[in-house]
């Protein structure tokens, strides 16, 4: 059975982790730049962050300029982190697979949640978050998102034209 309750992190926890990290294996990253990852991978490469890629799709290719790899043993460092682009079902064996190569976060993406693979990764002295997404994250901890909204840039994972809004009686229209 799915648990369904809330999430909650402290955000001194959320913000240590984005501070203290400096790499990160994507897990699903996408060359398509309409897909969430690819805009996740471009905001935190434009924070500073090294991302390594990682989709066996896109193997040997590049996105935003860092080269494909097809699994998290083929990386050429431990990643600080490693941040799940993936169905929950298919969290498990990359959770197993960032044990194995020492990383030191497991990061599940917004929607994405399991109990025991996260269960797991706490077990091996992995710090887990869940159902969060480190661009929000790091947007709200460090200034860029505040009360009222986007204080500058975009945060957005929607492109394409804007749309306008017109008033017609009983209501807005496209």
């Not at 501070?19 to 990253?29: L, Q, S, W």
């Not at 994972?157 to 209501?171: H, I, S, T």
């Amino acid at each position: 059975m799915e648990n369904h309750e809330p999430l909650v992190y402290d955000d001194a926890y959320i913000r240590r982790i984005l501070e203290r990290v400096k790499t990160i294996a994507m897990v699903g990253a996408s060359a398509n730049d309409m897909r969430p990852s690819y805009f996740a991978m471009l905001y935190l490469q434009n924070k500073g962050y090294r991302i390594f890629p990682v989709n066996p799709r896109y193997a040997g290719k590049e996105i935003l300029g860092e080269t494909v790899h097809p699994d998290l043993a083929s990386l050429p460092e431990v990643p600080d982190m490693v941040q799940i682009f993936r169905r929950a079902e298919e969290v498990p064996p990359i959770v197993e697979e960032a044990i194995r190569i020492g990383a030191k976060v497991v990061w599940m993406q917004l929607g994405i949640r399991h109990e025991e693979a996260a269960a797991r990764a706490r077990a091996a002295g992995l710090e887990v978050v869940m159902d969060r997404c480190p661009k929000i994250e790091y947007g709200r901890l460090f200034g860029e998102i505040g009360w009222l909204g986007v204080n500058r840039r975009t945060i957005s994972a929607k492109r394409g034209r804007a749309v306008q809004l017109k008033r017609k009686k009983g209501g807005l229209i496209r």
